[in-house]
């Protein structure tokens, strides 16, 4: 079967099963904004499988392609460590740009979680700012990304495993960002049920294809320099930990504007991608698909 066949049988797949459950969850009224219950939060996680499991099913028994070009080996392992520290450098300088340009306050003090902990368990003493802070440092760098890296592989798998791989005839750069948009589209349910973005479902829908695509970006030229679907699994994992947990450390902050899913995390993360292009990491030949 030729590969536009592969690929549109991916994507029927994957929206089609991806939508059938969060469209049914948007009718029944499901909001995924402040603490949502356990079952949703469960019900995204496993949807995160979906992806993969489309990639599988249209490798082992549409196209009968193999997974030859999968990228389930090690590869260059020195992209390791880079994979697992990008994404929480990328926050780091953004939270520095937003604290800098008065779009965010730093709290070390973690006042916000210590409320938060104390209207949970009242009855708790609540421990010093440091050493929460230590504990969430320390937790969110090791266990989440190990735990994280379970699911995001699911997703890995098939963006970055299978579609990206199939676009890459129309040139690195073109095939990241064309796999970013289809990424990004692939969250509009979510969003709006308010996931990334509570309190803007139509705006949050064409944010979240922009972050997508600067992540594509990120992650593809991680999959493609170290020849291995583990990097970018990794660090999915990292932006989904760590990354994310640094946002405990801020006060007064618009996510819209001050966090890597709002615009200056996008002007951090298109200025890295903007790097990568212009020293000549990504390639931009095209071909027919």
Known sequence: MPKREGVLAFLVVTFGLTWAVELGMLAKG???TGQPSPAPQIIVAL???????????????????????????????????IAWLLPVILSVVTISVAVALRQAQFDFSLSQLM?????RAPEKPLPSPGSLL????????????????????GEEFGWRGYLLMRLLPKGELQAMVLTGIIWGIWHTPLILMGFNYPGHPVLGIGLMIVFCVLLSIIFGWLRLASDSIFTPTIAHASLNGPAMALL?????????????????GFAVMGSFSAWLYFSG?????????
Request: proline share 1%; no cysteine.
């Open 30 to 32: 499901v909001s995924l």
């Open 47 to 81: 949807i995160m499988f979906i992806p993969g499991l489309s990639a599988f099913i249209v490798r082992k028994f549409i196209t009968r392609e193999g997974f030859g070009d999968a990228g389930l080996r090690f590869g260059r392992r020195s992209y390791y460590l």
């Open 115 to 119: 409320e938060i902990m104390a209207e």
């Open 134 to 153: 230590f504990t969430i440092f320390v937790s969110s760098m090791t266990m989440a990304v190990i735990v994280n890296s379970i699911f995001t592989f």
């Open 248 to 264: 405990v450390v801020l006060k007064g902050h618009n996510v819209i504007i001050s966090t890597l899913l709002g615009l200056i």
């Open 281 to 289: 990491r990504l390639r931009t030949t095209t071909d027919d698909l």
